[in-house]
């Protein structure tokens, strides 16, 4: 993370202390990759906000005009959603494994397919 | 006293100004500060010889301290005199990888014995106890205390194959077979062994200065997998079922606080969140060949795969590499010794911990019920436990991180560490690096008969009683 | 003190008859005989307490017995006395199945606690000494005795979790966390830990009465292996390197007249045949799953495979269950713990070692003079040997039967053994469970500080000397 | 063993003191087998002795009337012989194993097989 990217784009968690696990696992990896900004600007021209769940734990990620704010929860607001068990969802995001998880069901999607994919090189861990 | 360790050490070696004097009346803790007399600093055993045998003589009493990391005030003077800071003494005197032990003094730090062992790419190891890099191994193995490998070796304690300790009236002496002229110190039997008059009494029967203890054999593959479950059955039942099996190096088990803590939140809700994980489970695989670790794994999920069909839930092993790609914070736990600023410098300066050891059939319970006690007083429930020799025992230890300088939030650590105490004594748990107000509430249960062989045994050896008077009843 | 005795314990218990005396007053070894005075049989610990109280206000030497099979005359008695015979408590009072210990008197045999776990259907077990079923577990613990687990888990002292002893003013104590209210014994950890002034003391300090000690987890699956080597090095390196894989539950090497004396041969000439293996490795694996025992086996077969390509000689492994149906002499190593007959039914009824503790470095020429040394003598180089606590060090052992009634024999005999405790004092070897004549050699080796300690520990505990006077120069 | 067959055939070691591991190990076998004393007479109705060799171990078993006496090395006297490693030498006597080690040429057979195959149940462990 350079110091540029930092005064970027800002990746933001509302109420910290009562943030789930993977609501902070996704901010550090945000904050990581948005050292790229064009990442960023990409998965907002989406216009909507993405909710992800691992296990039962949700959050909302919401794109707006300086950075991203990471909200506990299903905001009510998402335009597309991804879901799996922890490991599964560690896939897409470690190593870009979606497509096979999809297919056999462990990987849930919703909304449009394309804001996905729009969002994808985002919180793809590199 | 001084005059004399003027003459000893040189002035610069000698200090009793206010700032040094400030800096090691207190530490982490919210132990009661105690102020030394002076400070000085030693670089060799003959040195300590002669500031016991002074301080024997005059008696002053003596405070050994190193690094003052392993908390608990243990290092802080409960009646004054000398802290004798052996941090000088770094030098790792020998490796031997034949016979697989180091000898090594007081200040050598996890980072030290680390790199050494590296540069001479000796094929050995250690283990590292979760404390930051410049911790001292001498003070941990001497306190009782654990390391990531007391899971197959035992607490470091039980790591000791030699002792060299300078006695109160300034003689020095060895222990284990080092006591035999000629013999390596291989350990600590045959003999009558008398180390364990040195071992977990800080410092209240002599100064050690020297330790010649086992290294262990390193593997080619390793594996660190982090396993998230959903409360303390599952994880417990899960450790000890994985140590009846004996594959594992090390098995952790930390409650959900200390995962937030280290993704940088100060200070979590007490309460976790609706369906996260409550605890993780870290579990570190060794292999000679990558057959060996395919075993391993698969014995490691068929315990988990009978636990979940009795219905207890577990995310699915996560490689730490794989969660380091995710979140880099995850990397204080990818490599040993680890840096743990989000425990220490977190603004407030005040860490302190309620550390146990007890038996694993009892670590559910007393989870949930510190746990509970944890959360009443307002604090995140942050357990770091492990089990120990094997199974035999293991550590249960309640940390919290609070600020020092806020005089209600000390008296509200206090009041929880108190409760925390009496509850894991009550289960039967024993404090380890036990604070001089925790030592009063374990003195009342200890076998009279023990309590008194004890006092005895230290009016043998320090009947000045200048040995760090004043801690465990002493 | 025999009126004392009577009252206390009953007729049928107190012994003077010249038969008993005569009993107690050798053992299988070469050591000069010493006569008790009397010989009392308890049954509990409150009767050792009461004996304790009284021999002390008498001044009456007390020397604590049980099978009197840990030889090297340890229970004769020095100085007179009352020998207290504790063979009948024999319980085994606890098994704690959950956190994986026993709780067990002096006078439990291997062979007792085996049957007792059986029968508990409990998936945990304990190691077993080289030494008949009838040895007590007590007793070896005590000495620092070794057994068939002790690679894995250390000498078996180290498994001792707690004590009950009887101090010289007969009052009781117990060590380790058992010292605290309420808790388990699970280990010696964290406290001060006295249990060191009484193990490994010979009695000199205190009488035990009870024992927590550590059982292991069983695994489904077990193989004992044989391989036949040519030479000490071929041997020893396979066993130093075979211990830096930690895949090996235990690795015995025993030279060729082991195997010979097994096979009924009662004198085998000292010099091997024309081209016969000169040791056997043996080699216990445990596994969970099968795939686990095959990359056991496989790694086995690679550290072998690295030696043979440097020019050492072994035979494939054989497995204990293949050597079993060839000769049924065999079944003494099939199964522990198991009938020595061959040591100890010989007709001249010696039997003797000079059993120490050593680093497995010089294990290779250590072996070679020792058996140079032996066929000077003209007896057959018996060598047992094991690494121990990972390899940290093993254990060297050089054993000879001899006929007790042939005095030019016993003088053969102990001219041997005093040649082989110099060599192997010179090379840091330290002898385990020490005869007198032995104590004397090793003390003047011992560092003086020690020494000194040891004496005045000693002095502490028994001021008017009545534990086993005589024994390690106390 | 019963009673019986110690009565009737003899395993008896030439110099017990000399002999080599090898020899031992065959004396608790014949001991064993020869409770069975048709394996004995059977064999020795080849009316020769049989050279073993384990490694560099030799021995030679002497059929004679009474019973079977175990010689230390080669006594020269053997009209049929069987040598391989140690591992294959137990897996004939344990396992019966013969055929195959034979044709791998790690079981190595001199003289008459005939001879042999006779000898063969009396070495074999059951």
């Known amino acids: 993370m350079t110091q540029k990217a930092i005064e970027r784009v800002r990746v933001v968690v509302d109420q910290p202390e009562s943030m789930n696990l993977l609501g902070l696992l996704m901010k550090g990896l945000l904050a990581k990759n948005l050292s790229d900004d064009d990442l960023f600007y990409r998965a907002r021209a989406a216009k909507t906000d993405v909710l992800v769940q691992a296990g039962e734990m949700k ?26 068990d922890m490991k599964t969802l560690l ?20 909304g449009n397919p394309l804001v996905l994919l729009r969002m994808l090189p985002m919180i793809r861990a590199r | 006293m001084k005059k004399f360790l003027v003459d000893l050490l040189g002035a610069e070696n000698v200090r009793d100004d206010p700032e040094t ?19 000085a600093f030693v670089e060799n055993a003959g040195q300590v010889q002669k500031v016991v045998a002074k301080a024997n003589e005059l008696k002053v009493p003596l405070v050994p301290a190193v690094y003052r990391t392993n908390i608990g005030g243990l290092c802080i003077p409960a009646e004054g005199g000398v802290v004798l800071d052996m941090t000088r003494m770094d030098r790792v005197l020998e490796v031997n990888a034949d016979d697989m032990y180091a000898v090594i003094e007081p200040g050598v730090t996890q980072q030290i014995i680390k790199d050494h062992l590296a540069k001479l790419k000796v094929p050995l190891t250690l283990g590292y106890s979760l404390a930051p890099p410049w911790t001292s191994v001498f003070a941990n193995a001497l306190l009782g205390g654990l390391t990531n490998r007391s ?50 009494w800080q410092g209240t029967t002599g100064i050690a200065t ?14 660190r997998l982090f396993i998230l479950t959903y409360g303390p059955r599952a994880t417990y039942e899960a450790m000890r079922r994985l140590c009846r099996t004996e594959t594992c190096d090390d098995i952790g088990g930390l409650s959900w606080p200390a995962g937030k803590m280290m993704m940088g939140v100060k200070r979590p809700h007490p309460v976790p969140q609706e369906g ?52 880099p914070a995850m990397g204080k736990f990818a490599e040993f010794p680890t840096d743990l600023d989000f425990l220490t410098d977190h603004g407030g300066g005040g860490l302190t911990w309620i550390g146990t050891y007890g038996p694993l059939s009892r670590f559910v319970e007393t989870a949930e019920t510190g746990t509970a006690i944890m959360v009443k007083h307002g604090f995140p429930p942050m357990i770091v436990s492990r089990p120990m020799r094997g199974g035999h025992f293991g550590v249960l230890r309640f940390i919290s ?21 009496l509850m894991l004594s009550d289960r039967g748990f024993v404090m380890y690096k036990t604070p001089i107000w925790a030592w009063k509430e374990l003195s009342a249960r200890l076998d009279p008969v023990m309590r008194d062989l004890v006092r005895r045994v230290k009016g043998l050896l320090d009947p000045n009683r200048i040995m760090n008077p004043g801690r465990m009843g002493l």
């Open chain 2, 151 to 200: 899971l197959k070796y035992g607490d470091q304690s039980a790591w000791i194959s030699g002792l060299e300790v300078v006695l109160p009236d300034g003689s020095m002496v060895r222990t284990g077979s080092w006591a035999m002229k000629g013999a390596l110190p291989f350990g600590l039997v045959p003999f009558p062994d008398l180390s364990g008059l040195f071992v977990a």
């Open chain 2, 276 to 327: 996260e994980p409550t605890f993780f489970l870290y579990v570190d695989l060794t292999a000679e060949i990558p057959e060996e670790m395919a075993v391993k794994e698969k014995i490691l999920q068929s315990v988990l795969d009978g636990l979940a069909g009795e219905g207890e839930r577990f995310e699915e092993p996560l490689d730490i590499m794989t969660l380091l790609k995710v979140n």
């Open chain 2, 21 to 39: 004097l400030s800096k090691y009346s207190e530490d982490y803790t919210e132990h009661e500060p105690g102020k030394p007399d002076l400070v």
């Open chain 2, 210 to 223: 020297k330790m010649a203890f086992q290294l262990w054999p390193g593997h080619p593959l390793n594996k």
């Open chain 1, 59 to 84: 959050v909302t990620l919401r794109l707006g005009e300086g950075g991203i704010t990471i909200l506990r929860g299903d905001a009510g607001s998402a335009g597309a959603s991804v879901a799996g």
């Open chain 1, 91 to 110: 896939g897409v995001v470690a190593e870009g494994k979606m497509v096979a998880p999809f297919l056999s069901g462990r990987l849930k999607i919703g």
């Open chain 2, 401 to 421: 991180i609070f600020d020092k300088k806020d005089a209600a939030e000390v008296a509200k650590i206090r009041a929880l560490n108190a409760e925390l105490l």
